[in-house]
């Protein structure tokens, strides 16, 4: 029992490691333009803009620019 713990805690603590889930070579596959949440990603662009320009919701999407909706 005494030995039983240690490793139990050992077997645990390994899963715990810091590596990439998804390899450097395989993330282009998770970059497909397939997986997208929009139909149309120029369109849902164009609405996300009006929408940061329109309600000053700037911030959390990474847009740039004024809140005048110029850029």
Do not use: K
């Amino acid at each position: 029992m005494r030995y039983l713990l240690p490793l139990i805690a050992v077997s645990l603590f390994s899963g715990c490691t810091v590596m990439p889930w998804v390899a450097p070579y395989e993330r282009q596959y998770l970059a497909d333009p397939i997986m997208g949440f929009e139909r149309d990603p120029v369109a849902a662009s164009y609405m996300n803009h009006v929408y940061e320009a329109r309600e000053a919701a700037r911030g959390a999407e990474g847009g740039s620019g004024g809140g005048c909706g110029c850029n």
